[in-house]
C-alpha cells in the first residue's frame, strides 16, 4: 500500500498543462470496439482505470499499444462477447462495455457491477436501454447474459434519471443498430459530446450531442478514426481547489474552460481572481478564502459531484460557513471523517454537509475513502500546518495522472511513499 506525505504550508505558483479526461477516455476506448481497423487516441491519460480498460480491450480480441498519452486500438474482429469477472470487478465504470460489445457481438456476458464506495450504483437504467434496442437480458446470478436475437433495433429511450453511463451505452448500442434512435433526458455532460465526436469521425450519425435530446441513424459499419480527448475537466477543477487553498498563483493549461462554468464562478465567490484566456485559466488566491454560501451537485451543466469533495476542502479553511448538497450519490461524503480529523468542523446530515471554516488545519494520518475524497485529502494537506499522510493512494491513482509530481511542479511539498517488503522508500534516503 502507497501513501503521499505532504508538509503543508507551501503556496502554489507556476503553470501546468492538465491530463485528458479519464471519463472520456474510457467510453471512447469502449467505442472502438465498433470499429474496423485502426483508432488511434491521443491525450488518453496514463491511469489505473484505462489501464484496466485496456486490458479488457485486449481480452476482447483487440491488439492495443500505448506510446505516451497515445493508445492505438486495432480491431480485429474477434467476436469475444464476455468480460472477464475479475476485470468487471476491478472496475465498475466497465459496464460502459455493455452497449459496444452488443454493438459489435449482439450479445454480451457480464457479471453485474455491483457497488463502489459511493454507493449501491444500480444500472436499471442502462438494461432498461438495451432492452428498448430489442435485448433480452437474464441476470444468471450475478452474471448478466445480454442477447439481441433478432439483432439491435432502433427505438425510442426516454431515461427517468440523465445517468452518464446509461446514456454512453444508449449510443453506443444505438450506433450499429437498424433504424433510427431517439434518447430523452440524456446526460449532457462534456464527456457524452466527445464519445459521440469521436464516433462520427468514424462515421456514425448522431445530432444533438450535448442537449437533453439524441438522435442517431444506425449504420451498418464504422472506420476507424484519429481523436483527441478532451481535458480533464474534474482533475483542473481539483488542481484549482489546490491553488486556491495555498494562497497561491498557478496557470493552469490545456483545459475548456466552458467546461468549468458551474466551477470558476465559485472560486471567484471564494475571492480568487480568475483570468480565463484561450484554453487557459489564471487563478490567483487570497491569503484567506471568502466562504461559498453553498455547493449543489447537479447533473451537467450544474455543479459537478466529481468536484465536490475537493470544494468541500477548500470550503473547510474558508472565512464563514458553506452548506453542501450532494444529489447525486448517497454516499459521497466520506471524506468529511477525515478532514474532521484534520481539524476541520463539519456536521453532516444524511447528504448534506454544514461546514465551518477554521483558520488552519493540521496534519494527520488520513485514509482515501475513495477517488475524490482522496484528491480532497490531499487537498486539505497542501494547506494543513505540518504533515499530513494520505493513505490508500490506489483510489487517487484511478483517476489522477503524475498527481505527486504536477503538484511538485507547483512548488507542493509531497512525495509518494511506498511500502516495499517491509520497507520504506523516502527520497530523501
Ligand atoms: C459517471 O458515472 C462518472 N464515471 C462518475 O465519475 C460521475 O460522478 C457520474 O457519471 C456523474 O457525473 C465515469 O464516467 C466513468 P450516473 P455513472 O449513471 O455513469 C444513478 C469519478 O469520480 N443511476 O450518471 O455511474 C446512480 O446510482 C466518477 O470520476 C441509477 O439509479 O453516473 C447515481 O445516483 C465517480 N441507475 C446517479 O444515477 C442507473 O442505471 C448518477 O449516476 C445508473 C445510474
Redo the contacts with the bound molecule.
Sequence with gaps: MSAFVINGGRRLSGSLAVQGS??SA?PILAATLLVHGECVIHNCPALSDTDCTIRILKELGCKVMRSGNTVTVQNSGSNVFEIPENLMREMR?SVVFLGAILGKCGKAIISAPGGCE?????????LYAMKRLGVTVDDNYGKLVCEAKEGLRGSKITFS?P????TENAVLAAVRAKGNTTIVNC?R?P?IIDLCDFLNKCGARINGAGESIITIEGVASLKGCEHNVICDR?AAATYLTAIAVTGGDVEICNTVPGHLSSVLPLLEEAGCEVRVRCKNIRIKAPRRLNRIDKIITQ?YPGF???AQAVFTALATVAQGTTVIVEN???SRLKHVPELVRMGARIRTEGRVAVVEGVERLYGADVFSPD??GGAALVVAGLCANGETVVKNTRFIDR?YEDFEDNLCVLNADIYRKVKKDGRKENPEK
Design positions: 479519464k471519463n474510457l465504470s459511493i454507493g449501491l450504483r444500480p444500472i436499471d437504467l442502462h434519471f445517468s452518464v453511463g446509461a446526460a455532460e464527456e474534474i447533473p459537478p459531484t466529481d447525486i450519490f448517497e477517488l475524490r483517476g
